[in-house]
């Protein structure tokens, strides 16, 4: 549902799920109901001289639901060489 709508890192060799905090599952989907994915990157932090791990904040909609089916934050590490990491980060 995502990998689709993400940005690409140009330098990135590898990336990691790395888990979800904070899942809320808020309104049941009933059989046959259309979802809709949103991911919006909340935070992007350096680890170390190869890694950076961005944050989303995730929310699954329901068609013609008020509430959502589930809130969450996604975790991700990617990972790139540490020579392509700029000068001044």
Known sequence: MNYNCLPKVREQT???NYGFDKVR???PVK???KVRGRFTMAEARF???GMLM???DVTVDI???R???LTASWLTIIQFD???RPEDA
């Open 31 to 33: 059989a046959g109901a």
């Open 25 to 27: 599952f808020m309104t």
């Open 54 to 56: 961005v944050t989303y």
């Open 47 to 49: 680890r170390g001289a």
């Open 14 to 16: 590898m990336g990691i």
């Open 63 to 65: 068609e013609n639901e």
């Open 82 to 84: 540490p020579k392509d």
């Open 67 to 69: 509430k959502p089916a």
